[in-house]
């Protein structure tokens, strides 16, 4: 068998890194590309409420240990906290309300 060459005799087994390091660098374009097209959106952060409390003109409805209401300090009868809401909110374009509760209620 003299016509036989042994394929083992000429392999190499050293590992090509250029190709690897070449999709490196494609990859590293791509993402800098892409950080560049990046877009931001402005948004409208409220300002800080001051000295931990709701803003001024805000409606706080307070859930009192003894089972009572309070709107921004004025106590509510039971049968009147409906009306009463719905005649803070119908003027006010934003509805929103803080709810306050004791920490006596179970």
Same mark, same amino acid.
Do not use: C, H, W
């Given at each position: 068998m003299a016509g036989m060459i042994s394929s083992t005799a000429g392999a190499n087994a050293e590992p090509n890194v250029i190709p690897m390091i070449d999709v490196l660098l494609v990859m590293l374009i791509i993402f800098? #590309? #892409?950080s560049a097209v990046r877009? @931001?959106?402005p948004i409208q952060v409220p300002a800080p409420l001051v000295s931990g409390g709701p803003q001024t003109g805000? $409606?706080?409805l307070e859930l009192r240990a003894?089972?009572?209401?309070a709107i921004n300090g004025r106590p509510v009868p039971?049968?009147? #906290?409906e009306t009463t @809401?719905?005649?803070i909110y119908a003027?006010?374009?934003a509805k929103l309300m803080f $709810?306050?509760?004791s920490s006596d209620l179970t």
């Amino acid at each position: 068998m003299a016509g036989m060459i042994s394929s083992t005799a000429g392999a190499n087994a050293e590992p090509n890194v250029i190709p690897m390091i070449d999709v490196l660098l494609v990859m590293l374009i791509i993402f800098m #590309l #892409l950080s560049a097209v990046r877009q @931001v959106t402005p948004i409208q952060v409220p300002a800080p409420l001051v000295s931990g409390g709701p803003q001024t003109g805000a $409606i706080v409805l307070e859930l009192r240990a003894d089972g009572t209401y309070a709107i921004n300090g004025r106590p509510v009868p039971d049968a009147a #906290l409906e009306t009463t @809401v719905e005649a803070i909110y119908a003027a006010r374009p934003a509805k929103l309300m803080f $709810i306050r509760a004791s920490s006596d209620l179970t």
